[in-house]
């Protein structure tokens, strides 16, 4: 592998109604084998596909790397991530179960957990590889099969997974990759054959397949944007919480739906803080993601650079202070000159009305808030259309809790930030969207219950 940056890796042709149609029935032929199996021989299936993504981190890495820009640093934590979600849900597998229910007279009823059928994922551009796992992984393990189309700037790792779930032994045609943009996430959401719908991306395009999805009842999660608040109060760590907003906003070059872009930093510690994030934030190492050292890659494309330097440019206008970076990025090494590189930045006088504290990003852009008591910087917090994370530093362990029980948010953290365990459930609340991914949760939105009511009699008529 090589790294081209602004250059054509490869090619790969659109699939149109009949290629989607061709796979949705081979996910359902596969669906019918798959479904009948017992929990214990889908674990080992499955078991196997984690072995092989473990044993071949270091490529599949680079290919990611290659597919959306990130540190191989990162890349490699992607990939562990994935192998650990695949092992995760192996290991429910072979639980997953109703439950008996006595009733009076000694009859009885029980439930049964059953696979919705064929499941479609579609996936987002920045953690291509990983976003299909956590959404292959619960859907297998239940006994579905699953339709993948990852976004058309990200096509190449995904399609390795599906020839690894293939040499792992799932029935063929189980997990199935389509390629394309909108027209052939319409044609999955259109089809008839289809029983679920799993989305990560922005939320209009949420917005879009909720309306689709609805003309077949059909059951979506929706994993969608964020601008989520990160709450340093005075009594924290402070080298803990300068990490933890690092964290919360240049991991992926920024493009992260749940970073806490909104730093919230109480009066008293306002200069100190600003002062140790934007040292830090100067010494961030760009350049080729192959390199180990390398800590931030390019972006996924030109307009997107566009776009996420139009937001700093309007920022300034609207009286925003600039505090560093924010500017294009140009590698010393000639071959990395077509890169979509640009310097993290930091922003500083920015009020809550700006554009740059109202919108996502989704670029390395740190909004720095003061703030003055707890009760005002909720209220702040929680002014926003979106749900999906939220983040809080501080010493005193019973304000801690009190916040993230008062955020408005599907995902919280307390003296960390972008934490991924795939044990615990990951979400929005509002427009961030609903359903969840990852822990025990995710069983729920890829199974559904059947009642089962025995009478141990002859049938009491009323008639």
Not at 395 to 412: E, S
């Amino acid at each position: 592998f090589k790294m081209c940056p602004g250059r054509v890796l490869c090619k790969l042709p659109c699939s149109g109604e009949k290629e989607v149609d061709l796979a949705v029935q081979s996910a359902k032929a596969a669906f019918k084998v798959w479904s009948q199996m017992s929990g214990m021989e889908r674990c080992r299936v499955m078991l196997e596909a984690a072995k092989i993504i473990r044993e071949q981190r270091d490529e599949i890495a680079t290919m990611e790397t290659i597919n959306n820009g990130k540190s191989i640093f990162e890349a490699r934590v992607d990939i562990d991530i994935s192998w650990q979600c695949l092992e995760y849900y192996a290991g429910l597998a072979g639980s997953l179960a109703g439950e008996h229910i006595q009733l009076p007279g000694g009859c009885f009823g029980y439930t049964r957990r059953e696979p919705l059928g064929v499941c479609v994922g579609i996936g987002a551009w920045n953690y291509p590889f990983q976003i299909a796992c956590w959404k292959a992984g619960p859907a297998l393990a239940c006994g579905n099969a699953m339709v993948f189309k990852p976004s058309p700037f990200t096509p190449i790792s995904v399609v390795r997974l599906a020839e690894i779930f293939t040499e792992a032994g799932v029935p063929k045609g189980l997990f199935n990759v389509v390629q394309g943009g909108a027209t052939t996430g319409q044609f999955l959401c259109h089809h008839p054959d289809v029983a679920k719908i799993s989305f990560t991306g922005s939320v209009p395009t949420g917005t879009k397949i909720m309306e689709m999805a609805a003309k077949g009842i059909k059951p979506v999660t929706l994993e969608l944007g964020g601008k989520s608040p990160l709450i340093i109060f005075s009594d924290c760590s402070l080298d803990n919480a300068v990490n933890g907003a690092l964290m919360a906003n240049f991991l992926t070059q920024g493009e992260v739906c749940c970073n806490g872009t909104r730093v919230f930093v109480e009066r008293k510690i306002l200069d100190t803080f600003t002062k140790e994030v934007v040292k830090r934030t100067q010494k961030i190492k760009i350049g080729d993601p192959l390199l180990e050292d390398t800590r931030m890659g390019a972006l996924i494309n030109q307009p997107h650079l566009n776009r996420v330097q139009g937001f700093i440019k309007q920022a300034k206008e609207q009286g925003a202070e600039v505090l560093c970076g924010g500017d294009l990025y140009v590698p010393d090494d000639p071959k990395l000159k077509n890169g979509y590189y640009m310097r993290p930045c930091v922003l500083g006088n920015c009020k809550d009305d700006m554009t740059c504290v109202k919108e996502e990003i989704f670029g390395p852009v740190m909004s720095i808030l003061p703030f003055d008591t707890e009760e005002e910087v909720l209220e702040r917090a929680n002014a926003t259309k979106y749900g999906l994370a939220g983040g809080v530093f501080t010493r005193d362990i019973q304000k801690a809790h009190r916040v993230v029980a008062a955020l408005k948010a599907g995902m919280c953290f307390i003296n960390n930030y972008n934490a991924s365990p795939v044990e615990l459930p990951f979400g929005g609340y509002k427009s961030s969207g609903f359903g969840r991914e990852n822990g025990r949760a995710a069983i729920e939105y890829y199974s559904q219950l059947k009642t089962v009511c025995v009478e141990m009699g002859d049938v009491e008529s009323v008639f």
